[in-house]
């Protein structure tokens, strides 16, 4: 898609990014660094970049391969980590949040790239591209390194909402193994539940509800359901799409991002322990450096909101020109795979499934 308006930004054929310049913990600065990178490999991107138009003029200047590749938006205000998701739908008219989001909704860009507060960015998104018919909450699925050929899975919700019942799971199990499908190239991705044991009768009576619900969907949504998987199964080769509720979603995340850093913490004390080991830590640089590649959170940056009229990418509020250029890569191609439309049509078809299983197992459990 391209801006009729700015043929000169856009350039014919290009791929429309439109880019929250403003939320990031490290500035605009960042964030212009970050789509120059992301230009510079690929001459099929353009940009609306949204923010004050004075400063980010001098940035995008100083940046070659953003020649003639950004329209820039004057959008004065800016939403803070610390503000109100509830503040910013009142009065977040005038932000670069704001802004950005109805780029795409007016059809002007194909995808959303924000390192803003998240919670103000999801309430904003539902409010100004709403909902897709028939969902009820909107997901985050982010990617997760992985024992799997494709390298990650996908897992959601990890945030949006804490709250999910057995038809949200189903619509999140939809929407994952369209992401899978669409973003990762896997024909029929395998989707596990995840709950706190394998076995059928374990976890909460909505997660047992869940289970038969999605084990009913799956042939039709040619997507194959593994049954409930362990927190151990989300690094794994078992499955490539890890269905849970935002609470977990989002424990399992931070953890896993904490651990990570330890882990890289750790080794670089122990190659530092002795003079014997820092010779080996120069023996294993190669190794070290792909091993730091593969577990680097900056290289698979980028949070999806699933079940929107519309893509929006959530870059870490902290990513660096790094980080940034890995949401923009997941967000044109998400956009070049036209990911909106097919999701909107897996969510349609979960619509006719039938309820009357997934509500008589949850008196069941109720009963119990």
Same mark, same amino acid.
């Given at each position: 898609m391209t801006v009729a308006k700015d043929t000169s930004a856009s350039g014919a054929g290009r791929t429309i990014i439109s880019v929250d310049a403003m939320g990031g913990d490290r500035g605009p600065a960042t964030v212009v660094a970050g789509i120059s990178r992301s230009a510079k490999k690929n001459p099929n991107i353009g940009?609306?970049?949204?923010?004050? /138009?004075?400063?980010?003029?001098? +940035?995008?200047?100083? #940046?070659?391969?953003?020649?003639g590749r950004v329209e820039i938006r004057d959008a004065r205000d800016v939403v803070t980590?610390?503000?109100?998701?509830?503040?910013?739908?009142?009065?977040?008219?005038?932000?670069?949040?704001?802004?950005?989001?109805d780029a795409v909704r007016a059809g002007e860009a194909e995808v959303c790239v924000s390192c803003g507060n998240t919670g103000a960015l999801m309430a904003l998104s539902m409010v100004r591209l709403r909902k897709l018919p028939g969902v009820n909450r909107p997901a985050i699925a982010v990617l997760w390194p992985s024992r799997n050929p494709q390298g990650f899975n996908v897992m959601l919700d990890v945030g949006a909402d804490i709250r999910a019942d057995e038809t949200d799971?189903?619509?999140?199990?939809?929407?994952?193994?369209?992401? /899978?499908?669409?973003?990762?190239? +896997?024909?029929?991705? #395998?989707?596990g539940l995840l709950n706190v044991g394998t076995e059928e009768h374990k976890g909460r009576a909505e997660l047992k509800a869940a289970h038969d619900l999605i084990e009913a969907v799956a042939p039709k949504s040619k997507f194959e359901f593994v049954g409930f998987v362990e927190g151990g199964?989300?690094?794994g080769d078992t499955c490539d799409v890890i269905v849970t509720d935002g609470f977990t979603g989002n424990i399992a995340l931070k953890t896993g991002e904490g651990t990570a850093s330890l882990i890289g913490d750790l080794l670089k004390e122990a190659f530092k322990f002795s003079p014997l080991s820092r010779l080996a830590a120069l023996l294993a640089l190669t190794s070290l450096r792909r091993l730091k590649k593969r577990i680097d959170p900056r290289r698979v940056n980028g949070g999806v909101f699933l079940g929107l009229n519309g893509t929006v990418v959530k870059s870490h509020g902290s990513a660096d020109a790094t980080g940034v250029s890995a949401a923009v890569k997941l967000a044109f191609q998400l956009a070049r795979q036209g990911f909106a439309g097919k999701l909107a049509a897996r969510v349609a078809s979960a619509n006719?499934?039938?309820?009357?299983?997934?509500?008589?197992?949850?008196?069941d459990g109720e009963q119990e």
């Open positions: 940009f609306i970049l949204h923010g004050p /138009a004075d400063e980010l003029q001098k +940035l995008v200047a100083r #940046r070659k391969y953003l020649a980590m610390d503000d109100k998701p509830s503040q910013v739908m009142r009065h977040g008219k005038n932000t670069s949040m704001w802004s950005a989001l799971l189903l619509q999140y199990a939809q929407m994952g193994a369209s992401y /899978a499908r669409n973003g990762m190239g +896997l024909e029929r991705p #395998r989707v199964d989300i690094p006719d499934l039938p309820q009357d299983t997934a509500q008589e197992n949850l008196k």
